[in-house]
Structures are given as structure tokens and as C-alpha cells.
T-cell receptor, first 121, second 107 residues
Framework: QVHLVQSGAEVKKPGASVKVSCQAS????????IHWVRQAPGQRPEWMGW????????KSSQEFQARVTITRDTSAATAYMELSSLRSEDTAVYYC??????????????WGQGSLVIISS | DIQMTQSPSPLSASIGDTITIACRAS??????LAWYQQKPGEAPKSLIS???RLQGGVPSRFRGDGFGTDFTLTISGLQPEDFATYYC?????????FGQGTRVEIK
């Protein structure tokens, strides 16, 4: 079955960067798009961006465009999300999620377990 | 961005009850609406896509409905494992956006 396994929790200082990984299994990695969604404590999920695992094309939300880098390693079936210039408001659980199909519609059928990122001086 | 607004929150109910959660979009989103269930400390789990299509393995007591701007999620015969927070999400327009969530709690 489909599994997305993410890297562990991180504590970072303001101004630093964090890189979260998402290793996929149970399906052909390059056949799907991987999205990144974050959720601050007690808040609704917030979409950040995606990567086409086949060709590496990416698209991100205007809010994160300047600070987020999404990459993938097809040999490891792993996607990565790096967020730079961290500030306290970036404290959140970061999820990767698989896009349901290739239609271009952003519906997410499987999610990783989440990676907690805490920004603290 | 399209704004998604859910009601009520929270929602208090008993086991066996039938409950309905509403989700309203700030503009028409056709049928491009999904529902997710999230339990504390867990990732969201997909329940419904396309307003009414149940994902594999989701019990038939979950039903989604709606078109345009107004949508509902109905759970018939609430089970102990259904107490959770439910989010709607539109994927009609970029960027995809979520409702603020409806927490279903035990009365």
C-alpha cells in the first residue's frame, strides 16, 4: 500500500533554513505529483507547493515562492521541501501529500505522517 | 484566493447520531470539493473527492453532497472513531484552500 514517510522533528533558529524529506513507497514514484501542505498549531492546513516527480517541475504558492524550494530524488523515491529565512510564524507541522491523479486537480489521497518544525531562538 | 467557511464548530453529538457539517465557498467551485478527517496528532485522511465520491475504504455512513458554493458532509450513525476534526478543501482554483475545520466532539 501507499506510504509517505517523512523526516523527524526539527528545531531551528530564526533566519535559518529547514529541509524536510518525504520518502514514497507502494507505488511508482514518478507517476504522481507530490504536494507540501503545512498546518500551524490549531490552524487550517495551508498549501505550499508541488513537484512533478517525473520531470521535476514545481509550482508554489505566492506566499512561499521566495522562500521554498521543492526537489526530488527519483532514485530514492523521495521529495524534499526546503524553507528558508525561517521565522516564528513558520512553526508548524509540514506534510507531504500525493496528488490523486494526473488531472491537475489538487486533491490529495495519501499524506505523510507530518514533520514538526519549531522555530525558536 | 477562494475562501472556505465551515459550520458549525464545534459540533457536539452522541454515538449513533446523524450529523451534518456545512462548507461554503466564496465563489462557485463546481463539484471540486474534498473532505478530510483529522485526529489529534495525525495527518489528514482523505474521505471524499468530487463533492460526493467516497475514497476507497471509507465507510458508507459518510456522504458528501453539494455543487457550486454550498456543500455538506453527513455522517449517519456516528461511531466512536468518527470523533475528529473535518476539513473541506476546494481544488477548483489555484491555490487550493481549506476550511477552518469542524471539530466533532462527544456530547
Amino acid at each position: 500500500q501507499v506510504h509517505l514517510v517523512q523526516s523527524g522533528a526539527e528545531v531551528k533558529k530564526p533566519g535559518a533554513s529547514v529541509k524536510v524529506s518525504c520518502q514514497a513507497s507502494g507505488y511508482t514514484f514518478i507517476d504522481y505529483v507530490i504536494h507540501w501542505v503545512r498546518q500551524a498549531p490549531g490552524q487550517r492546513p495551508e498549501w505550499m507547493g508541488w513537484i512533478n516527480a517525473a520531470n521535476g517541475n514545481t509550482k508554489s504558492s505566492q506566499e512561499f515562492q521566495a522562500r521554498v524550494t521543492i526537489t526530488r530524488d527519483t532514485s530514492a523515491a523521495t521529495a524534499y521541501m526546503e524553507l528558508s529565512s525561517l521565522r516564528s510564524e513558520d512553526t508548524a507541522v509540514y506534510y507531504c501529500a500525493r496528488q490523486y491523479d494526473s488531472s491537475g486537480f489538487y486533491f490529495f489521497d495519501f499524506w505523510g505522517q507530518g514533520s514538526l518544525v519549531i522555530i525558536s531562538s | 484566493d477562494i475562501q472556505m467557511t465551515q459550520s458549525p464548530s464545534p459540533l457536539s453529538a452522541s454515538i449513533g447520531d446523524t450529523i451534518t457539517i456545512a462548507c461554503r465557498a466564496s465563489q462557485s467551485i463546481n463539484r471540486w470539493l474534498a473532505w478530510y478527517q483529522q485526529k489529534p496528532g495525525e495527518a489528514p485522511k482523505s474521505l471524499i473527492s468530487g463533492s460526493s465520491r467516497l475514497q476507497g475504504g471509507v465507510p458508507s455512513r459518510f456522504r458528501g453532497d453539494g455543487f457550486g458554493t454550498d456543500f455538506t458532509l453527513t455522517i449517519s450513525g456516528l461511531q466512536p472513531e468518527d470523533f475528529a476534526t473535518y476539513y473541506c478543501q476546494q481544488y477548483y482554483d489555484f491555490p487550493p484552500t481549506f476550511g477552518q475545520g469542524t471539530r466533532v466532539e462527544i456530547k
